[in-house]
């Protein structure tokens, strides 16, 4: 199961759509081109943190699977609580600004809307992903970790050289961010 109907499932893609004034269909479309750098910047943070344990607790601090409700609640969404999330992935606004300006021209979407996309579909994929690390029910088994890897293309515990992971690591550094930021003519790091 892919990102997108996982997100279905969960109602993200819905509140996404409703949130941004578009259709379900333009909130999948630019959740498929956006997704993967998301994953991309958690599977860093795993990697960083001491694999899913250390992704697990960052999850928790960064809201846990509160983030997916406050999106799919019919309460208004708190935006900042993504921008959080993408603070911690990303680390600034300029790899935030890439990301989106990438998916763009992947997606036919406007850049705009994915910006404002963005933080909403980091709330919901690190909601997501805290709920089932917290239920140990994952996609390709094994948590946090097995969730992650499932996503990227790797399954087990690590991201793989194949799948999401590997196409957007163009240089094979781990880091799949400096390779978005040279697709938009920035310098990352």
Do not use: H
Request: neutral net charge; charged residues 15%.
């Amino acid at each position: 199961m892919n990102i997108s109907d996982l997100l279905k499932q969960a109602g993200g893609l819905q509140s996404i759509a409703k949130e941004l004034g578009i259709s379900e269909a333009q909130a999948a479309q630019g959740a498929s081109a956006l997704a993967p750098s998301i994953l991309g910047g958690l599977s860093k943070q795993a990697q960083g943190a001491g694999g899913a344990a250390g992704l697990g607790g960052l999850l928790s601090q960064l809201g846990g699977g509160a983030l997916l409700d406050n999106l799919t609640s019919p309460e208004p969404t708190n935006v900042g609580l993504g921008n959080q999330v993408l603070g911690q992935i990303f680390g600034s606004k300029d790899v935030s600004r890439a990301v989106a300006a990438d998916a763009a021209g992947k997606s036919g979407l406007d850049a705009g809307v994915l910006r404002k996309m963005l933080p909403l579909l980091g709330m919901a994929v690190a909601g997501m992903m805290a709920k089932q690390g917290a239920g140990g029910a994952a996609p390709s088994g094994g948590g946090l970790g097995g969730m992650l890897g499932g996503f990227l293309g790797g399954g087990g515990g690590a991201p793989k050289a194949g799948g999401l992971m590997g196409m957007l690591d163009a240089n094979g550094d781990g880091n799949p961010l400096d390779d978005i930021m040279k697709m938009v003519g920035k310098m990352g790091r």
